[in-house]
């Protein structure tokens, strides 16, 4: 089974849709006009009463939302930590972003629910 991933809107929707051919099931915030904008913290909060693990970049801005949650007792699907120097924004960056999600999702029970994981490159 695969899990639900939400990319966060430094994901293009095109990362989402090629995933979801690869019979994955995974959304992009650009594609819904009710979350385009929208804080971190909704995000996050959104991603996790969906079931959905969120895929960021921003992690500067989520580890400590992480933090938060674990320090309050609440649950999120989990974090997938998109970092620069691993995947740095060239031309390459989508197809890399794609095919190391793919790879991840491939894996059963890769990503577990209030997980923190770097996104390998594959």
Do not use: W
């Amino acid at each position: 089974m695969s899990h639900q991933l939400l990319l966060d809107e430094m994901f293009s929707d095109a990362i989402a849709q090629e995933l979801c051919g690869r019979a994955h099931d995974v959304l992009a915030v650009v594609a819904d006009p009710a979350l385009v904008a929208l804080p971190d913290e909704q995000i996050l909060a959104h991603a996790a009463s969906t079931g959905r693990a969120l895929v960021t970049a921003s992690i500067k801005d989520f580890m400590p939302l992480d933090a938060g949650y674990r320090a309050a007792g609440r649950a999120h699907a989990g974090l997938i930590l998109v970092h620069t120097k691993t995947f740095p924004q060239d031309r390459t960056y989508t197809s890399a972003v794609t095919k190391a999600l793919s790879a991840l999702l491939d894996q059963p029970n890769s990503i577990h629910g209030d997980q923190v994981l770097f996104l390998a490159r594959s």
